[in-house]
């Protein structure tokens, strides 16, 4: 679908994007730190491309998406929307910028009315955003649900007589209602069961070919990332750990941590899995209000050495298209002589099986 | 796993109902299995399908009403754990039966510390003494892989992380040295890597330990990876059951083929499109005339609205014990 060679404007740039959180305490509330959730990330996304965003619980990924479509106000860095630095819109330009950018939730329950009815949420946006009237409205509706695969039948049907996958269907109708041109799908299908996954995510390319969409897709399902992403960035403790084309990445990861991560996903496949050499990260993800000194990664990292624990590394360009935030490949002295033989040494403690 | 041996746990046609508003809801509907000594039975299914009431309902701990366990014989040794007393069923789930939750947190209570909540079976079901519970106490923590094991045993549930509280329930669950450990979705809630370093763990406790286990999950990767049987459910009832080499290689239901399909890879060939199971899940009120799966399946024939198929053994062994099946269609066309 994308030629990443072609030089074509990307539809979303990010730069050093961060989003703190403060924390306040004591009686007096004082602001006595922050959760670092996202510090500095940086990517673009080619128009009609999905874009994967892979990591564990808490690395940062709902909030990077959140403040992309700016339902944060960010704390540093810069986002483009198709032109426009949505970061530092006005109110009246902001709401006018909306309909290009839209949001698929999680939660289909929760993110639905209870009270509205199916016609009243996808019709919603429209009448936020436009003075059609009734007739053309529920045209609109009608086409919206047929484009889903929603029966026209149900549109005075209220959410809770739908099904998971049925409910995640209007919550795509709806953000699709004002035909966006940029869509962030926040684990769109991880509250769905295994056999209504497929059925969703099928529909999500059907649209993004129809209607020339181009994704956000955050999940933790890096198999199904693989299946709908072109490319994939993988996050850790609010930073870009590497971005590359899907490819290559499941191919050959490069930075220790999305191998680690890609070794830790069980496949279904009973003699891969007993005869797969696995990486077992010891310990649990540090607190982003107190990240580690140096590289996020250096209490977990099987190849950790000294300059990782005193300087962040930064992504970096190491092979055309593929980026990486690790000292292994910017050191020259650690990438060359001790690269190598630092990970074989620290594969002992971080190898097993 | 050895064969021939009188199995630690077997259950046998366990029905379990809900009396609901809507009318009944027939959540198990007939489940038979065993558990054979040191076994890792796997238990998948989408989520609705009757895993976790199942395993509620063979140790006691579905209130009713709502709940009616109808019938069946649940075999822990000599004992029919349906016919005992309230009592003998609490020493039971104490002592022989461990159980592990999905959600580490709201199984474990946050006002005790961990310590208190490892050592509270020992006291009551082994009959230590308090010192010598918090000893044991330690040396169970640091078996689970917990650093600083004795010192953490002050520590409250939520100074843990959720793998730690995971490999605190672990713990609990293993305190009296159980026959059978029943986990229930216990990695579900986790992160990937978190789950790696449990189902590393659960590994190197059976080879230290050699219980029986019952692994529920709607992850067919970590039933590969773990479970050397495996049993799918749908619809509240068995429609296949192999050991695990067989299931993944020869599956024989057409829902468990269509799962198998369904699931993208990380290292196979990269699909253009996701193969898909149409329609939704079963709405299990009414009582199960037909096959669970009839709405969804594409080998679907008249017999299928009609009759529910019974498991059948595919390759000459008992049912239970080799690959069975419940479909009418691998009875008749496939393996007919
Ligand atoms: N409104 C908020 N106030 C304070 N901290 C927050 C807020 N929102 C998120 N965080 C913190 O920011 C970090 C990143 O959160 P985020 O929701 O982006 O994670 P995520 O990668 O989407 O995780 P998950 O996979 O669990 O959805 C976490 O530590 C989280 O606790
Ligand atoms: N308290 C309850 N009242 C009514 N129905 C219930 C209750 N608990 C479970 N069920 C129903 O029993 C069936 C099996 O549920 P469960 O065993 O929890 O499924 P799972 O396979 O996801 O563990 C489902 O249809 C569920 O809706
Ligand atoms: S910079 Fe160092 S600690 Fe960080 S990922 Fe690379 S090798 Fe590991
Ligand atoms: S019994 Fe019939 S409906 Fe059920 S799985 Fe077999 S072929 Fe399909
Ligand atoms: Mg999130
Ligand atoms: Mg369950």
């Not at chain 1, 750990?241 to 830790?264: G, K, N, V």
């Not at chain 2, 009757?50 to 709502?66: A, Y």
């Not at chain 2, 000893?135 to 892989?145: H, W």
């Amino acid at each position: 679908m994308l030629d990443v060679a072609k030089p074509i404007t990307p539809l979303v740039q990010v730069r050093g994007l961060k989003m703190y959180f403060p924390i306040y305490s004591g009686i007096l509330r004082r602001h006595t730190g922050d959760v670092k959730a996202v510090d500095g990330v940086s990517f673009d996304i080619m128009p009609g491309e999905t874009l994967g965003l892979v990591g564990e619980s808490g690395c940062g990924k709902s909030t990077v998406g959140r403040a992309l479509l700016r339902l944060y106000e960010i704390t540093g860095g810069t986002v483009e929307i198709n032109g426009t630095d949505v970061a530092t819109l006005g109110t009246e330009d902001l709401r006018k910028a909306r309909p290009q950018m839209q949001m698929v939730f999680q939660d289909p329950q929760a993110s639905l009315n209870p009270r509205m009815t199916l016609a009243d949420i996808i019709g919603e946006p429209l009448n936020e955003h436009t003075d059609w009237d009734g007739d053309r409205k529920l045209a609109r509706i009608y086409e919206l649900m047929d484009a889903v695969g929603l029966n026209r039948r149900f549109a005075n049907r209220f959410p809770h007589e739908f099904s998971g996958g049925q409910r995640q269907r209007i919550g795509i109708a709806r953000a699709l209602a004002l035909n966006p041109r940029f869509i962030v799908c926040d684990e769109p299908i991880a509250a769905l069961d295994v056999s209504i996954q497929a059925q969703v995510v099928n529909l999500l390319e059907d649209l993004q070919e129809k209607f020339g969409l181009t994704y956000l897709f955050i999940s933790h399902d890096l198999s199904m990332v693989r299946h709908i992403a072109d490319r994939v960035a993988v996050m850790y403790l609010g930073r870009i750990a590497e971005l590359s084309p899907r490819d290559a990445l499941y191919a050959r990861p490069l930075h220790p941590y999305a191998e680690a991560l890609l070794s830790a996903v069980p496949e279904p496949d009973p003699t891969l899995a007993r005869s797969r050499q696995r990486i077992i990260l010891q310990g649990d993800v540090p607190s982003p209000a107190n990240p580690p000194k140096g590289c996020n990664f250096c209490t977990r990292c099987p190849k950790v050495f000294d300059l990782c624990r005193q300087v962040k590394p930064e992504l970096a360009e190491v092979e055309p298209g593929r980026f990486v935030a690790c000292h292994l490949y910017s050191d020259p002295t650690a990438a060359g002589s001790t690269g190598a033989s630092t990970a074989n040494e620290h594969n002992q403690q971080g190898v097993s099986l | 796993m050895a064969d021939g041996a009188a199995p630690v746990l077997d259950v046998r046609g366990l029905k379990t109902v809900f009396r609901t508003r809507g009318g009944e809801v027939h959540a198990v509907n007939s489940v038979s299995f065993h558990l054979n000594p040191g076994e890792l039975l796997g238990v998948v299914g989408e989520s609705g399908s009757g895993k976790s009431v199942t395993m509620m309902s063979l140790i006691g701990l579905l209130p009713s009403p709502p709940a009616d366990v109808r019938g069946g014989t649940v075999m822990l040794g000599n004992r029919d754990l349906l016919k005992i007393s309230a009592d003998e069923l609490r020493d039971v789930r104490g002592a022989k039966v461990g159980f592990v939750f999905q959600d580490p947190m709201t199984s474990l209570n946050p006002v005790f510390t961990v310590g208190n909540q490892i050592m509270e079976p020992l006291i009551r079901h082994m009959g230590m003494s308090k010192k010598q519970a918090q000893v044991r106490a330690a040396e169970l923590l640091a078996l689970v892989g917990i650093p600083d094991a004795a010192a953490r045993l002050k520590s409250y549930p939520h100074q843990f992380s959720g793998g730690m509280r995971q490999r605190v329930m672990i713990a609990i669950a293993l305190a009296c040295d159980p026959d059978v450990l029943i986990a229930d979705e216990p990695t579900t809630a986790l992160d990937v890597t978190i789950q790696a370093q449990i189902l590393e763990l659960v590994k190197d406790l059976r080879q230290k330990l050699g219980m029986a286990i019952v692994w529920i999950t709607h992850d067919l990767g970590v039933i590969a990876g773990i479970a050397d049987r495996v049993m799918v459910m749908y619809g509240g009832q068995v429609v296949e059951q192999a050991p695990v080499k067989d299931l993944f290689a020869n599956p024989q239901h057409p829902y468990t083929r269509a799962l198998l399909k369904t699931i993208p890879s990380l290292t196979g060939e990269r699909e253009a499109r996701l193969q898909v199971i149409e329609g939704q899940p079963p709405i299990m009120t009414g009582a199960p005339a037909a096959c669970p799966f009839r709405d969804r399946c594409a080998h679907a024939f008249a017999r299928c609205f009609v009759e529910n198929p019974e498991r059948r053994a595919i390759d000459g062994c008992e049912v239970g014990k080799g690959h069975d099946v419940a479909c009418h269609w691998v009875a008749e066309v496939a393996h007919a």
